[in-house]
Structures are given as structure tokens and as C-alpha cells.
């Protein structure tokens, strides 16, 4: 693209002029023929050109890191005078083409929105009516916008929800999600409703589905996943059925018994605490060492580590030649019901006995549960299973030290972290009471089963992958392997 150049007159001694070129936006700032401030703005950035008649002004709406900091909105608006009005015009729609059709997006998206003012700190709303909504305003989003009066009220409406949306966004923790993924689940046309994509808005408390969308450095930035929600592409996961007791349940980020429920589902008076709260249950957890007796069984795919781990160098390296995955690439589903379960509880056959005694049982997908804890360091989005890690009984001191370095996914290569991928597990409770947390909501402590449904559930992102980096063994490191 060549350099298309345009000026606005803010004032009578100020001007803007704006030069459109192949990757970036530059908007340099005239103060009395003098030139002031000058910023490029990579076209991801950009949200809106309009040229307005009434007025015969453009406004150029984008995203800005001020001082480095988070980002922020910025609206710039000035005159044209007559005889550059139609280059103004051609200008503006060269721009909205080159940062929205050239790379298959759709101008001015379709929202519901569905806020939840109880979630994290309770400060959901107040965020969305001052940073989140102003940007799709700016952006020409229409919105239809539901703030949940109760638990289960986004499950309810997603159910019977209109399949006419470009998106669903939380303004949430992954508790909505996980209700927005059921109600879909329940739909009249289940398959359809889960290829709404989802996109997070981070107000909860761990935010884990955000992280990992987003990365460790933007997973809590509100403005980053906003962005997200107008520019991010369909990207397709794997979800997990969950049966217990006859009744089946979507989940699409973790499933925890022992420890690692405790420290969620057991500290949830603490949710003043914001996300410390997790840190505090962990030491605490840690500290009582208290021993989970269940049963777990798997469906093993892999228990090498370093085989898990070469799997995601290898889709790393197809990364970077990929460009993110358009809707156009994977063709809706449609049907009455959802993919059927493969994995039958009465079925024996291929299924291993893990018979250690179990401190704790972790099982999903994501890298990042939580900003401290990366547990699934080599998950895939859509590889069709599901990382299970176990953590035994067999030391305090190993696993405190296994535990150390959780927040970048070292934890994995300790060779008292069991750690495997499956196409199915099951867990049997040995006791009567305990813990169980899916993505986080607390579930009846009884016997249930998970299994893989690939690719049935989208969500979008900027980068079509998990934005987590995998750290490597430090070299002369303990070889590990799985179970
Ligand atoms: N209006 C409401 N009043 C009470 N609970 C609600 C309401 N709307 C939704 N909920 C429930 O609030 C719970 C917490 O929400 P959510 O999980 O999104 O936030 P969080 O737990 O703070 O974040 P995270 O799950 O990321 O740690 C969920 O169980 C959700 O179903």
C-alpha cells in the first residue's frame, strides 16, 4: 500500500495529518505550524474512520498506550475542507478496508453482552459502563447488553439465545463463561450455539480463559481484551463433557479434586481477597497436606513430557506462518444434539489405574488457570485431549518445591508432578466429603467421568493460539517423564 496522507483541522491553529501506510497509522499533530506530538498506530489498534457530511469532519477512533501504561481510547475528530472531501472519504474507507476487510473482519460486530456485577471484586459493571462500552460505541459495535441478576440467569437466557450474534462477550471471571458454555449446551441447536465465539472480558478473579487469550502481560487488561472482542478471529477449542450421576455438563477449562479445589472452591469467602485469594489457599492447602482418596482412572494418549512438550514447539513453529484461522476455514456445525460420548462409564477396556495416593487430581485445558499458576503448560487448543496432573502424597518437601515456579509452568517438569494427556478420565471418591471445582464453579463431590469433544467450542482471539509461553527444561535438568 502507498502512503495516503490527509489533514484535519482540529482548530484554527491546529491540524492533524494522517498517513495511512501498510502496517501502521501515523498521526502526527500541528500546534502554529509547529509540529507537537507524533504517534503510529499499528492498524490492530484502529477501531474507526468515519467521514460525517452533516459536519464535513473525520473522526478517527483507536487504542493508545499512554506513558506505556494500559491502553486507552482515542478519538480524534477535525474539519475537511471542501475540495478534499471526497479524498477524505476514499481515505477513510481505504482505511476501515485495509484494518477490517483485507484481513477478513467485520466492520462494526454484533454483541451480546452479558455482565455479571457479583464477579472478582464486584467492580464488572462500573468497568464496562466506563472503559468497555465507550470503546464499542467508538467502534459502531451494536450491542445488546444483559447485567445477571442471579446465579445461572446468563446459563437461562444463553439457552434460548438467538443465533444471530457475532460474538458473545463476558464481562465476567470464567464462572459466566462456564454458564454461557452450558446454556449453549441445552440449546434447541446445540452445535450451532457453541460456534458463537466467546470473548472474555476480565473482571473476575482469576480470569484464567483471559490469560491465556491474552498473555500473562495483558490477561487482566480490560482495554486488551476489549480489543480482542472487535478484532479477535474465530479460534476453534476442544470442550469437555462432564457426566455425573447421569447429568452431563460442559466445561471448558478445569476439572479439580483434593488441593487444587480447596484452594478455589474452599477459599471462596476470601473473594475480597481478589486473586490472592488462590495464592493463600495453595500455602494453606500445602501446609495441611491432607490426603484426597479417590480413585483415578485414565484413557492415556501421552505420558511422555518431553514428547508433550516438542508438540508444542512444533505447533509454535506453525504459528508463525500461520495466520489466524477465519470462520470461512471451519464450517459451522449444526445439529439437534451435541457430539455423542465415546467413553461410557460401564466401558473398562483401555483404561488405566493411576493407584498412588492422590493429594490432589487437576485435569484441563489452557496453560494459565490463574496469574499464578500456569498448570497446563502443554496444553493444545484443539489436539482432542485433556492434561491431567496428579500430585501424590509421596513427599511435602517435593511438592512444595514442584510448586515453586508454577507461575511460569516449571512445575510440570518436576518429577513429582505427574502429568499426562487423555482422551478421558474418570474420578471415584473413596470418601464422602471433599471439593470438586469445574472451571472453578463447585460441583457435588461424587463419582464423575470427563471426556474430549474436539473442536466443539470457539472463541476469539488476536493470535490464534494460546498466548502462554512454554518454558523449556533448564538444560542439565532431572530427565521426567509422565506417570
Ligand atoms: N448477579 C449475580 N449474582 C450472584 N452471582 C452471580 C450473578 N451473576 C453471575 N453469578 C455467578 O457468580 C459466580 C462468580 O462469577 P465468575 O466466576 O465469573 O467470577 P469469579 O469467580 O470472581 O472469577 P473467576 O471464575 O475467574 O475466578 C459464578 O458462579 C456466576 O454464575
Known amino acids: 500500500m502507498s502512503q495516503m496522507s490527509i489533514e484535519i483541522h482540529a482548530g484554527p491553529t491546529s491540524h492533524f495529518t494522517l498517513s495511512l501506510n501498510a502496517t501502521t497509522l501515523s498521526v502526527q499533530k500541528t500546534f502554529k505550524s509547529q509540529p507537537t506530538s507524533h504517534h503510529e498506530i499499528g492498524h490492530r489498534y484502529i477501531l474507526r474512520a468515519q467521514f460525517k457530511d452533516e459536519t464535513r469532519s473525520l473522526s478517527l477512533a483507536y487504542l493508545a498506550r499512554k506513558n506505556k501504561a494500559s491502553l486507552g481510547l482515542v478519538v480524534i475528530e477535525g474539519g ?17 478496508k485495509a484494518v477490517y476487510d483485507d484481513i477478513g473482519l467485520k466492520r462494526s460486530r454484533r454483541f451480546m453482552v452479558f455482565v455479571n456485577p457479583y464477579g472478582g471484586t464486584k467492580k464488572g459493571a462500573a468497568i464496562f459502563a466506563r472503559k468497555v462500552e465507550p470503546i464499542f460505541k467508538a467502534t459502531g459495535c451494536s450491542l445488546e447488553v444483559l447485567y445477571t441478576s442471579r446465579q445461572g440467569h446468563a446459563h437461562d437466557v444463553c439457552q434460548k439465545l438467538p ?29 450451532k450455539a457453541l460456534a458463537t465465539p466467546v470473548a472474555p472480558i476480565p473482571t473476575g478473579s482469576g480470569n484464567g480463559l483471559s490469560l491465556n487469550l491474552l498473555g ?19 479460534m476453534k477449542v476442544d470442550l469437555f463433557s462432564m457426566t455425573q450421576g447421569g447429568k452431563r455438563s460442559v466445561s471448558f477449562m478445569s476439572q479439580a479434586v483434593g488441593l487444587m479445589a480447596d484452594l478455589d472452591i474452599g477459599t471462596d469467602n476470601l473473594r475480597w ?9 495453595l500455602l494453606r492447602g500445602l501446609l495441611r497436606f491432607k490426603p484426597c482418596p479417590v480413585q483415578l482412572s485414565l484413557k492415556l494418549a501421552e505420558t511422555d513430557k518431553e514428547k508433550m512438550a516438542a508438540a508444542v514447539h512444533s505447533r509454535e513453529k506453525q504459528k508463525r506462518e500461520m495466520v489466524a484461522v477465519s470462520t470461512a476455514d471451519s ?16 466401558d473398562e477396556e483401555g483404561w488405566t489405574i493411576f493407584d498412588e495416593s492422590i493429594l490432589s487430581v487437576y485435569a484441563g485445558k489452557g496453560p494459565y488457570v490463574a496469574r499464578d499458576f500456569m498448570a497446563f503448560p502443554v496444553s493444545l487448543p484443539d489436539d482432542g485431549l485433556i492434561d491431567v496432573m496428579a500430585m501424590t502424597t509421596s513427599s511435602r518437601g517435593d511438592l512444595i ?13 518436576h518429577p513429582s508432578v505427574h502429568y499426562v494427556k487423555a482422551h478421558a478420565y474418570r474420578i471415584k471418591p473413596l470418601k464422602a466429603k471433599g471439593y470438586l471445582s469445574v472451571d472453578g464453579e463447585p460441583y457435588p463431590f461424587e463419582e464423575f467421568q470427563v471426556e474430549v469433544h474436539q473442536g466443539m467450542g470457539t472463541l476469539l482471539s488476536l493470535y490464534g493460539h494460546y498466548a502462554a509461553k512454554l518454558e523449556f527444561r533448564a538444560p542439565g535438568s532431572r530427565h521426567t517423564q509422565g506417570t
Open 401 to 413: 518445591a514442584a510448586m515453586d515456579g508454577a507461575t511460569k509452568g516449571r512445575s510440570f517438569w
Open 80 to 96: 475537511v475542507e471542501e475540495p478534499a472531501v471526497s479524498r477524505a472519504k476514499a481515505w477513510a474507507e481505504a482505511l476501515m
Open 273 to 281: 481477597m481478589g486473586e490472592t485469594r488462590f495464592t493463600y489457599g
Open 163 to 191: 443465533l444471530e450474534f457475532d460474538a458473545v462477550i463476558t464481562v465476567s471471571g470464567d464462572g459466566l463463561i462456564h454458564e454461557v458454555l452450558n446454556g449453549f449446551a441445552k440449546h434447541a441447536d446445540p452445535l
Open 331 to 346: 464450517p459451522d456445525k449444526t445439529g439437534v444434539s451435541l457430539s455423542p460420548l465415546e467413553h461410557v462409564h460401564t
Open 216 to 234: 500473562i502481560e495483558e490477561g487482566f487488561d480490560v482495554m486488551a481484551a476489549t480489543l480482542n472482542a472487535i478484532k479477535g478471529q474465530p
